[in-house]
Antibody
């Protein structure tokens, strides 16, 4: 059974850096083809893909947020970390992580998500 | 980026109704479309991948169809647990993008 859980601060101040950790079980990020992605959803709005890291350390970023994002993995700990710099109130959202496969690209299953509020 | 436009944005329906949601892509994306269901306060769940493949365990009343630029998610007989928001996603190329969602209400 695959499970994922996002963790990190529930609130950050504008201009601060957000660090989120996705801790997962039931699969390995050392397996060929496997990746983990981050997706966010502002309250009442649609889903937005942020970043993706693959088993071979290939990293992909949303073009509109690339300058602010960094994604890393710790295969031994079964964790993926996303950092987002220069946080703004518009970044207030629920942040999800989910595994994917390089062949298909769909995300399944998703973590429960973590709500991050950006406010002074 | 490839834009996905879902229609309608919301719809009202009754239990046992047949419901269809359309997802149109800004360019041809073959069959690289996936559909997710999101219930209020919950994480999205994958229903259908590569346009028409039903994820194991998902009820057969959900079907997906289409290719190229137009795709459809159909619920053949709406059940109470199906009232939710549905999103399409393209994985034809990077970045993967989502539609704006379709809310199915009672």
């Amino acid at each position: 059974q695959i499970t994922l859980k996002e963790s990190g601060p529930t609130q950050v101040k504008p201009t601060q850096t957000l660090t989120l950790t996705c801790t997962f079980s039931g699969f390995s990020l050392s397996t060929s083809g496997v990746g983990v992605g981050w997706i966010r959803q502002p309250p009442g709005k649609a889903l937005e893909w942020l970043a993706l890291i693959y088993w071979d350390d290939d990293k992909r970023y949303s073009p509109s947020l690339k300058s602010r994002l960094t994604i890393t993995k710790d295969t031994s700990k079964n964790q993926v970390v996303l950092t987002m710099t220069d946080m703004d109130p518009v970044d207030t959202a629920t942040y999800y992580c989910a595994p994917t496969d390089a062949r298909g690209g769909w995300f399944d299953p998703w973590g429960q998500g973590t709500l991050v509020t950006v406010s002074s | 980026d490839i834009q996905l436009t879902q229609s309608p944005s919301s719809l009202s329906a009754s239990v046992e109704d047949r419901v269809s949601i359309t997802c149109r892509a800004s360019q041809s994306i073959s069959n690289y479309v996936n559909w997710y269901q999101q219930q209020p306060g919950k994480a999205p769940k994958l229903l259908i991948y590569t346009a028409s493949s039903l994820k194991r365990g998902v009820p057969s009343r959900f079907t997906g169809s289409g290719s190229g630029t137009e795709f459809t998610l159909t619920i053949s007989s709406l059940q109470p647990e199906d009232f939710a928001t549905y999103y399409c996603q393209q994985t034809y190329n990077m970045p993967p993008t989502f539609g704006q969602g379709t809310k199915v209400e009672i």
